[in-house]
């Protein structure tokens, strides 16, 4: 594992009655990476994220985060205490709280003290949850409720909700699926920021965007990895080629 190298999975297989829906998969992203993750509906990519959360554990293989943290020794809990943030494709904010206090009950769950609405929030928190705002552009929505905020909207506050806690890996599952053109301009923003401090990793269906913010793509096909590369190169790559001609 190199000192660059944030996560390191080699050699995962996970079966499901006898099918594998992961192969021999090996996965190696830098610290500070935006990587995507794309792939054909099967292909892996929602149970790779599930073992790297500790929602699943694999039948064979390895993962490591950083140098020490082997994954698969932890649980969920722990493994997203160490700084590993997942979002899931539809935004699931409290509809009937403010933008400001779904970062607030966020801030207050990481540090797993009950969240209470009239929790006092120190001076460090309250900067914290303003410089998330301001990341996710949604400053003048603060005391708006985040059920009257836009799809896009969402799941910036979304993605702000594990910002606050400042996580050095971000797992996010198809962010700009139902955005507008105008919202995933935006969401390409976002993350291009967000990566460089943090590592972040995508997994997406829509091509364009794939392009507009990955600098290294990685090709699941039936639980490994096909190719890897930018988005020129998988494109030109006669196994994504044959794969993609084959099935469509
Ligand atoms: P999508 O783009 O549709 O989300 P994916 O690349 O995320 O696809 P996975 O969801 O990881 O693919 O699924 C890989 C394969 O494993 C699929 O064929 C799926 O049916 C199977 N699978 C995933 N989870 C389970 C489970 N808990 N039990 C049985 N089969 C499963």
Known sequence: VSNQMILYVEGLNLSFDGFKALNDLN????????????????????TLMDVITGKSKPDAGSV??????????????????????????KPTVF?????????ELSLKTDKRVLPTLFANLSPSEI??????????????????????????????????????????LLLIDEPVA????QETERTAELLTS????????????????????ARTVTVLHQGS???EGTMDQIQSNKDVIEV???EE
């Open 27 to 46: 996965l190696y992203v830098n610290d500070g990476e935006l990587r995507c993750l794309i792939g054909a509906n099967g292909a892996g990519k929602t």
């Open 64 to 89: 490591y985060f950083g140098q020490t943290h082997n994954l698969l020794t932890k649980d969920e809990a722990d493994i997203a205490q160490l700084g590993i943030g997942r979002k899931f494709q």
């Open 95 to 103: 509809e009937e709280q403010t933008v400001f206090d779904n970062l």
């Open 127 to 168: 900067d914290r949850i303003d410089e998330v705002l301001a990341i996710i552009g949604l400053k003048q929505q603060r005391f708006m409720k985040a059920g009257a905020l836009s799809h896009g909207q969402k799941q910036w506050l979304e993605i702000g909700m594990l910002l606050v806690s400042d996580p050095r």
């Open 178 to 181: 139902g955005m507008t053109a």
């Open 194 to 213: 967000l990566a460089g401090e943090r590592t972040v990793i995508v997994v997406e269906h829509d091509m364009e965007f794939v392009r507009s913010i």
């Open 225 to 227: 990895v096909l190719a």
């Open 244 to 246: 993609y001609l084959g």
